[in-house]
């Protein structure tokens, strides 16, 4: 059928919308010519009947991938508007512009046929109420989704096969560099290396991360620490036990290549959830000695077996019940000096239970003396805590 017919005077009354969008940053800069042709859609849009202050541009999402629209603010505006009746005309240059994704295609196409809105892209325009022409929207969706599913696979490809050699270059840990052969070699600066070097060897030690933090502490020994930017520069901060936990963890130190130790999954928000494969066996690579290393590959596997073992009585307790007693204030009072949450702990004193409303992570995270505790008993007895119960 011709363009011209498909377009009617109820579509002309509306205004069109013509949605641009590149993958990347970098297409934007360098893929002129593709964005001057989406943007000379206008022109067909002026020729079918619409005047050129009907017509409406989207391109916020400039740089947006059309995986999924959870991230493209401009394609949910451009959803809301067609199934508001604004929308004559959806245009874009090719069906991977405006969606990747079979699910978010296909929706557009369910509110567009409902809307009677009009799809016009390179090819033609199309009318989603009919049949045939909603059929080859389809096809065209689901071959945009397969294309990206290959281009993906094919550059996951080359990755892993460089992986699985172990050449193929990551982001290092605090206290390796790669030199001019793009070689792994430890960090060319004594004190970073003296300073992991005296990590290890305490915690093998004590045996403990919250006591090597405390160690630290109690020395005066500040860990290093690396920004990874155009310019990274290693910085020298107290040491935390999360920061231990990662070092502890983290296969680079025993001189080990290890690609693929966590696993991502995208939320439905677009958000990422990760999650950490703890045995080596499920890493896409693992190759021992590739490079030097601080610690042996048997005494970073001692590590994590003494870490585990540490970690069975936090294990027990995360599992079971909520102990005895109800405090007033659990979860809702704040301390004064460092403003993070009190945490509550039951005592058995004078043949019942008290409440303590203790601040400790300052203890737990840097071992620190603690911030502060308050009974809970006499917070219980305040007049205006009884009246607002």
């Known amino acids: 059928m011709n363009e011209a017919l498909k377009v009617q005077l109820q579509h002309l009354e509306r205004d069109a919308y013509l949605y641009i969008r590149q993958s990347s940053m970098r297409q934007v800069l360098e893929n002129i010519e593709s964005t001057q042709r989406q943007y000379a859609l206008r022109a067909r849009a002026t020729a079918l009947g619409w005047p050129d202050d009907r017509i409406i541009v989207i391109d916020c999402d400039q740089g947006e991938s059309g995986a999924s629209a959870a991230w493209r603010?401009?394609?949910?505006?451009?959803?809301?508007?067609?199934?508001?009746?604004?929308?004559?005309?959806?245009?874009?240059?090719?069906?991977?512009?405006?969606?990747?994704?079979?699910?978010?295609?296909?929706?557009?196409?369910?509110?567009?046929?409902?809307?009677?809105?009009?799809?016009?892209?390179?090819?033609?325009?199309?009318?989603?109420?009919?049949?045939?022409?909603?059929?080859?929207?389809?096809?065209?969706?689901?071959?945009?989704?397969?294309?990206?599913?290959?281009?993906?696979?094919?550059?996951?490809?080359?990755?892993?096969?460089?992986?699985?050699?172990?050449?193929?270059?990551?982001?290092?840990?605090?206290?390796?560099?790669?030199?001019?052969?793009?070689?792994?070699?430890?960090?060319?600066?004594?004190?970073?290396?003296?300073?992991?070097?005296?990590?290890?060897e305490t915690f093998a030690r004590v045996g403990s991360v919250h006591q090597t933090v405390k160690a630290f502490r109690t020395e005066g020994v500040r860990f290093p620490s690396r920004h990874h930017t155009s310019d990274p520069t290693v910085i020298f901060r107290p040491l935390t036990a999360s920061a231990a936990m990662r070092t502890l963890y983290n296969p680079r130190y025993a001189g080990a290549y290890a690609y693929g130790r966590r696993q991502y999954r995208r939320r439905v928000d677009g958000g990422k959830v990760i999650q950490r494969k703890p045995d080596s066996r499920d890493w896409l690579a693992c190759i021992p000695d590739a490079h030097s290393g601080y610690i042996s590959w048997e005494q970073y596997q001692e590590n994590l077996r003494i870490l585990q073992t540490n970690g069975r009585g936090y294990e027990v307790a995360r599992r079971s019940p909520p102990r005895e007693g109800a405090a007033l204030l659990q979860g809702r009072a704040v301390c004064g000096r460092c403003g993070r949450h009190f945490r509550v702990r039951y005592a058995a004193r004078r043949g019942r239970v008290e409440a303590w409303y203790v601040c400790d992570r300052a203890h737990g995270a840097r071992a620190e003396p603690y911030c502060q505790s308050i009974a809970g008993a006499p917070i219980v007895r305040l007049p205006v805590m009884n009246s607002a119960t």
């Open 73 to 200: 603010e401009g394609f949910r505006r451009l959803v809301t508007d067609v199934g508001l009746g604004r929308a004559g005309i959806v245009m874009g240059l090719e069906v991977s512009r405006l969606a990747r994704n079979n699910a978010d295609w296909h929706r557009l196409l369910e509110i567009s046929a409902l809307a009677e809105t009009l799809i016009l892209d390179e090819d033609g325009v199309y009318d989603p109420t009919h049949f045939n022409d909603r059929l080859l929207l389809g096809l065209k969706g689901t071959m945009s989704e397969a294309e990206l599913h290959v281009l993906k696979a094919r550059l996951r490809g080359g990755i892993l096969n460089k992986v699985r050699r172990g050449e193929y270059q990551c982001l290092l840990p605090t206290g390796f560099v790669y030199d001019e052969a793009g070689n792994v070699g430890l960090d060319p600066d004594v004190q970073v290396r003296e300073t992991l070097t005296h990590f290890f």
